[in-house]
């Protein structure tokens, strides 16, 4: 599963954004010498408002009716994310006001949403394809078919994507109603570059070029300052039901700066016989490991040509844990599980209190005490796990290797309030959405909650594995959308995020922290620890605040962590 290489010149314009977004991607190998040549089509296709779609047709030999993959793309010519090899086709889309095609882009919304519709259908009635269609898309093109699969995909047998956000405004820009900056700058720089790359086909048509940069400005003001809230202009750019029974391959890892749209997705089209690999996204994947490439294939070769290859009874849901680390995880050192769901069957929350003594515990201490600390913006390395990942995959790695203490995040601590377990006497595998429940005042009337969950060492060191963010002005949750354990406890919160409710000064208010999923192994020797910081540097700059927190007493401040069976967290601790 492989994209193709952007240039160099794009690559320069756009470095800072190729650092929010990580949507890079390699060039596929070259063709064995006994292959024939790939052929290479291109074709505008005009939509019902009369306006032309750049396409581009590979085919392994002579053009002839196959199976064919459909790939919508914002990035431009040679923008293709996955290969199948050659027994199909594959058409790459450019959608509407990116790259060569023209029109104004609208941010993935309506418009193109029934572009997607009108292309597939006129794809399915070419001489190249013999009315087996497959869809698959790697990040934004992912994002475009969530966005469209309210509306029936005509002649689509079966679908593969790769980290892509189920609600774009919760998965990706906006989580906890907190604007994620840099990813969505980059996100923007990234459809940009090869816009103005491929200007030449613009030339003696200055209508399309004005047409093209007003909706990438358009875009950049709605989705950045217009539209803080989950207003109606978001809900039209995300997740609005299924209207089809594709069978999906959901491939993601739990450190993608997307992660939480693929368990989404899995649950929303788990009824459609989704599965679920957690192998790898954005943030790389595991040494060993081929990030999805063969079960990808198996996937379409089994539900688009009717191998029967047994992939359809392989497990629901198939992941590789981290072991401790993320750095350690990408050597291959990774723990795998398998199940048959979704949060995993017989998953456990367990609740640790917040302790006066920083202590993070079984048991609520008996005296409420209040906690304060300065909302200063954190050092993303040490606090933004998603952003961080991506940025290390982009290439910081190669510096964090020699500098470890920049994806720790003991010094980040020290700027915020830290809660530590005991060692733990036994291995126990966390697994699934957590929960921070937390009484806090705040001094401004929107500041931001930001809470990082790690695995500590042995000898001390504090590795970094899953965020929650979560603005002040957004107290409430949507009950009906949140998941409850058997006891009714929210363990994954459902933000409320249409109205503001901006803090008084002083006020305490109880907010629930969706912190996106986690998978690993802590070892026996070490401990969790639960990290509240100002909001990452990568997100959009606030006022700082006084944040005091409640901890202790019948209402104290707690966490709810997702304990897989086999695994028993209380023994762990010694009781």
């Not at 756009?14 to 063709?31: I, R």
């Not at 981290?322 to 723990?335: H, Q």
């Not at 515990?361 to 952003?387: F, K």
Request: proline share 8%; net charge negative; hydrophobic share 40%.
């Amino acid at each position: 599963m492989v994209g193709r290489r952007r240039t160099a010149l794009a690559a320069a314009a756009v470095t800072l954004a190729a650092l929010g977004a990580g949507l890079l991607t390699a060039a596929p190998p070259a063709a064995r010498a006994e292959e024939p040549a790939p052929v290479v089509v291109q074709q505008r296709f005009t939509t019902a408002d009369g306006v032309a779609l750049q396409t581009t047709l590979t085919s392994p030999g002579p053009v002839t009716a196959r199976p064919t993959v459909v790939e919508f793309s914002p990035y431009g010519n040679n923008s293709q994310s996955f290969s199948f090899g050659p027994d199909y086709n594959y058409l790459l889309v450019q959608i509407r006001g990116t790259g060569s095609s023209r029109g104004s882009f609208d941010a993935l919304g309506p418009r193109t949403q029934k572009d997607v519709v009108e292309v597939l259908r006129w794809a399915c009635a070419q001489p190249f394809s013999d009315g087996h269609l497959a869809v698959a898309g790697f990040s934004a093109s992912a994002i475009m078919l969530f966005n469209s699969w309210h509306q029936h995909l005509p002649c689509v047998d079966a679908a593969v994507t790769r980290s892509g956000t189920h609600e774009l405004y919760r998965d990706l820009l906006v989580p906890g109603g907190i604007q994620n900056l840099a990813p969505g700058a980059g996100v923007l720089g990234l459809i940009s570059a090869p816009l103005v790359l491929q200007g030449a086909d613009r030339v003696g048509d200055p209508q399309s070029a004005l047409d093209a940069f007003a909706g990438m400005f358009s875009t950049g003001v709605n989705a950045g300052l217009a539209h803080p809230r989950l207003d109606a202009w978001w809900q039209q750019r995300g997740w609005r039901g299924d209207r089809n029974d594709i069978p999906v391959l959901l491939i993601d890892g739990f450190f993608d700066v997307e992660s939480r749209g693929a368990f989404q997705a899995y649950q929303a089209l788990k009824a459609d016989g989704a599965h679920l690999l957690v192998q790898g996204g954005h943030d790389g994947y595991p040494a060993g490991t081929d990030g999805g490439v063969a079960e990808a294939q198996a996937w379409l070769d089994h539900f688009v040509r009717g191998v029967d290859n047994g992939v359809e009874t392989h497990p629901r849901v198939r992941m590789l844990m981290s072991n401790g680390d993320r750095m350690r995880y990408l050597a291959g050192d990774a723990v795998a599980r398998d199940a048959a769901d979704w949060p995993v069957p017989g998953t456990t929350w367990v609740p640790l209190a917040l302790g006066g003594d920083r202590s993070l515990g079984l048991t609520r201490p008996a005296t409420a005490t209040t906690q304060s600390y300065l909302t200063v913006p954190s050092i993303p390395t040490m606090t933004d796990v998603p952003t961080a990942a991506l940025v290390g995959a982009a290439g910081l790695d190669l510096l964090t290797a020699q500098l470890p203490l920049l994806v720790q995040d003991q010094l980040a601590g020290l700027a915020g309030l830290t809660y530590t377990t005991d060692v733990l006497s036994a291995p126990v595998d966390l697994a699934g959405p957590l929960s921070f429940e937390v009484p806090l005042a705040t001094t401004t009337p929107d500041s931001g909650i930001w809470v990082v969950l790690s695995d500590v060492a042995p000898d001390g060191t504090s590795h970094p594995l899953t965020v929650g963010r979560l603005s002040t002005s957004y107290p409430g949750v949507v009950p009906a959308k949140s998941l409850v354990d058997p006891s009714g406890a929210i363990v994954q919160p459902y933000g409320s995020y249409t109205t503001k409710q901006p803090a008084r000064a002083g006020q305490v208010r109880t907010y629930r922290v969706e912190l996106w999923p986690v998978g690993n192994r802590f070892q026996a020797g070490h401990r969790i620890r639960l990290t509240v910081v100002g909001t990452s540097a990568f997100s959009l700059p606030a006022v700082p605040a006084v944040h005091s927190i409640r901890v202790g007493g019948p209402a104290g401040a707690r966490l709810l962590v997702p304990v897989l069976p086999g695994s028993d967290l209380t023994a762990a601790l010694g009781q």
